[in-house]
């Protein structure tokens, strides 16, 4: 790393200078240097550069790139505000829980990043996390799906959502009677809080007596077409969804995606939370799940996703759309 060209992009608080040279120690594996360039920033904000956003860079890129033992430093400073995604889920993408365990300190980064993993389809050993942050399994279920995993790179994260089923379209009835089921609509649209609360998302969730139809028609849809899907293909939507930041919102990651996702079963099933994973196998068992659609265009961040409970002939649907 040139020292005279960092030192001069930190004193004139050149972001995209010193994100280049970044990019450049991070191709040349120069760790060290990436450290050392850390602390010079550290002095210079104690004098008013503005670096927060080029050293929560740098943390992103140790927990991406780097070797296991600075990738688990990097996660153990806690959240970083402004890095793509939660550094948990960063270091999770392209590092096994078993290489960065013994570098992780015991608080809540270790558990969150088990969780990231598991949802990989590492298989995690409960003993070598103490503090089981989201009372989840740490192994997939036999009913759970394969999870849809995000990916990174230096400057963007992809996330792929899971594909949409063939639809018929369905009569909707003349009327519809509205359940006033606070926690269960809470839960659903707590799915997509991020798309609510720091983008520009719309979302609305409803229960209703009577099959799915009917929710439908207490959402106020005109029309409407569905289509019946197993509960792992709920599953990974509504934790894709809940992954997710929607068009503007910061992502909160796969590992709490499958929590929400866990939570709204267990809550529409009529089980409170935490629940242990024989009752939300239940749950699972339990209810009925449809995908559904208003014919408009799919654009940007949808979740339309609806269930029937048979056992108390009830049925909830939510309808959530957010876009740049």
Not at 158 to 187: C, F, G, N
Not at 272 to 290: D, M
Request: charged share 25%; net charge negative; proline share 6%.
């Amino acid at each position: 790393m040139n020292e005279k060209r960092a030192r001069d992009a930190i004193e004139s608080s050149d972001t995209d200078g010193l994100i280049r040279i970044v990019d450049g120690a991070c191709a040349a594996k120069e760790w060290d240097e990436l450290l050392h360039l850390r602390v010079r920033m550290e002095e210079a904000r104690s004098r008013g550069r503005q670096l927060w956003g080029v050293d929560q860079h740098v943390r992103y890129r140790l927990a991406l790139e780097a070797p296991p033992p600075l990738a688990a430093q990097a996660v153990d400073e806690g959240p970083a505000r402004f890095a793509l995604g939660p550094l948990t889920e960063v270091a999770a993408n392209r590092h096994s829980f078993a290489e960065l365990a013994p570098f992780l300190g015991s608080g809540p980064s270790r558990s969150l990043l088990a969780h990231e993993r598991v949802i990989a389809g590492e298989k995690i050993d409960p003993a070598t996390v103490t503090d089981n942050q989201l009372e989840l399994p740490l192994r997939l279920l036999a009913w759970e799906p394969v999870y849809q995993v995000a990916t990174y790179h230096s400057d963007r994260v992809e996330t792929l959502s899971p594909s949409l089923p063939r639809m018929a379209k369905e009569a909707l009835p003349s009327s519809a009677t509205v359940i006033d089921d606070h926690p269960s609509t809470e839960a659903l649209l707590g799915l997509v809080l991020p798309w609510l609360e720091e983008s520009n998302g719309r979302a609305q969730a409803v229960c209703a007596e009577g099959q799915p139809t009917a929710a439908l028609k207490a959402l106020g849809v005109p029309a409407a077409e569905l289509a019946p899907i197993p509960v792992a293909e709920a599953m990974a939507h509504m934790a894709w969804a809940a992954a997710s930041g929607g068009a503007e919102g910061r992502r909160r990651g796969g590992a709490s995606g499958r929590f929400q996702a866990w939570h709204t079963l267990t809550t529409l099933a009529g089980f409170e939370w935490p629940a242990s994973a024989e009752i939300v196998t239940e749950a699972a068992g339990r209810l009925r799940w449809f995908l559904w659609s208003d014919f408009a265009p799919a654009i940007g961040w949808v979740l339309n996703i609806a269930a029937y409970d048979g056992e108390e002939n009830l049925s909830w649907a939510l309808a959530a759309r957010d876009a740049a």
